[in-house]
């Protein structure tokens, strides 16, 4: 139990489109959903925490017109990248928490966002 | 101040040998919750063990173990019987707050790379 998934898991776009990623909870229902970012060799930065059915909380110094995130559902969150430029380009990686399992972050299997 | 501490940026061992990744957090909290996580080259974060701040025993999963030494606020995790699948980055993790105050807070250490050899 307790999967998590990512669509896409690669992405090239070109400048100024916007993309959409989405995280799901396949077997468990998902109120709270965290999105990170992770450049090279670094550990993972938090973006923000997306609650369903509510507005997400943005970590300081995370555009939130430039990273838009919904929660639409209890397994589906989603963040968009507005206007994507070249430093958008990164691994970006979902979790959701799973209250039944020692509330765990399960994480879904990133994906990686190439601006050209 | 860093919550949480990986001191071991890179750590080698030999095959189906054990190891000990370290990690040591800060908190004024008195219910947190500690883990670690695996994350191989292909970039997921693989959920490897939990301890919660009020267990009394050391958590372990399979040949995964964590040394939980509370009073040191250690929380090191160590991997019997090495295998060269084990070669990855190791996160350690803490989450604050939690489903009674209705908030979560996780924080993660810079990771400690791990390779092991044949």
């Known amino acids: 139990g307790a999967v998590v998934s990512q669509h896409p898991s690669w992405v090239i776009c070109k400048s100024g489109t916007s993309v959409k990623i989405e995280c799901r909870s396949l077997?468990?229902?998902?109120?709270?959903m965290f999105w990170y970012r992770q450049f090279p060799k670094q550990s993972l930065m938090l973006m923000a925490t997306?609650?369903?059915?509510?507005?997400?909380?943005?970590e300081q110094g995370v555009e939130k017109d430039k990273f838009l995130i919904n929660h639409a559902s209890l397994t589906l969150s989603t963040l968009t990248v507005t206007s994507a430029h070249p430093e958008d380009s990164s691994f970006y990686i979902c979790?959701?928490?799973?209250?039944?399992?020692?509330?765990?972050?399960?994480f879904g299997p990133g994906t990686r966002l190439l601006v050209l | 101040a860093q919550k949480i501490t990986q001191t071991q940026p890179g750590m080698f061992v030999q095959e189906k040998e054990a190891v000990t990744l370290d990690c040591t957090y800060d908190?004024?909290?008195?219910?947190?919750?500690l883990f670690w996580y695996k994350q191989p080259s292909s970039g997921e974060m693989i959920f490897l063990i939990y301890?919660?701040?009020?267990?009394?025993q050391n958590a372990t999963e399979g040949r995964y173990s964590l040394n939980f030494q509370k009073a040191r606020k250690s929380a090191n995790l160590v991997i019997s019987a090495s295998q060269l699948g084990d070669s990855a980055m190791y996160f350690c993790?803490?989450?604050?707050?939690?489903?009674?105050?209705?908030?979560?807070?996780?924080?993660f250490g810079t990771g400690t790379r791990l390779k092991v050899l044949a």
């Open positions: 979790s959701a928490i799973s209250g039944f399992y020692q509330e765990t972050q399960y």
């Open positions: 077997d468990f229902q998902a109120t709270t």
């Open positions: 997306s609650n369903e059915g509510s507005k997400a909380t943005y």
């Open positions: 908190t004024s909290d008195p219910s947190y919750g």
């Open positions: 301890q919660g701040s009020y267990d009394q």
């Open positions: 993790a803490m989450r604050e707050g939690g489903r009674a105050s209705g908030t979560y807070k996780y924080i």
